[in-house]
């Protein structure tokens, strides 16, 4: 974050405006700042009599403290949940608080959830089922073992045509009428 600017800049910037009569635009120029800058400083030179900044930064209190966080821990611990469902389980209690809030709360606190482990898909086989029947080999799986879906097709190669433009190899209508076959 960028620091204010020095409160001598200021002073001299607004005396320059009230006292000297200067438009901002001028004073802008003058002193080499934004014209919106000076006028920002203008204002608050009349409204409060001082030309210091205001405050700057500062720190957010956590959105889930005290009773809300000790339950909140509680529930995490005690199994099942989800960060949606937890997000209605706070507005119940009288705390509205978004799904970023409760992630950031819960990954916070390392209060993770992991769901049990299932397999995959019953399409390809998985390592431990492949394991199972005894098709694995000493590096994994086998070739025969995996999926058709998984194995990458032929090459395609390019070759020139008569006329000199390229065509793909294959057996396609396309292919056969650019070679000329």
């Not at 405006?17 to 438009?23: A, L, Q, W």
């Not at 959105?63 to 809300?68: K, P, R, T, V, Y």
């Not at 000790?70 to 799904?99: M, N, P, Q």
Request: net charge positive.
């Amino acid at each position: 974050m960028a620091r204010p600017y020095s409160m001598d800049l200021r002073e001299r910037a607004v005396t320059t405006v009230e006292r000297d009569g200067t438009s901002r635009r001028q004073a802008a120029a003058r002193f080499g700042v934004a014209v919106s800058t000076v006028i920002k400083w203008v204002q608050r030179f009349r409204r409060t009599g001082t030309v210091a900044p205001g405050r700057m930064g500062g720190h957010r209190p956590k959105a889930i403290a005290g009773e809300h966080r000790h339950w909140l821990i509680e529930r995490c611990r005690s199994g099942d949940f989800t960060l949606r469902g937890l997000v209605a389980e706070l507005a119940e209690r009288g705390l509205k608080v978004d799904y970023r809030t409760v992630w950031a709360f819960v990954h916070a606190e390392k209060l993770s959830y992991k769901k049990p482990f299932s397999p995959a898909s019953g399409i390809a086989p998985t390592w431990r089922a492949a394991a199972r029947n005894g098709a694995a080999t000493s590096r994994g799986l086998s070739r025969r073992d995996l999926s058709l879906s998984t194995k990458p097709g032929p090459r395609r190669t390019w070759r020139r045509c008569a006329d000199g433009a390229r065509a793909a190899s294959g057996s396609s209508a396309k292919s056969l009428m650019a070679t000329g076959t």
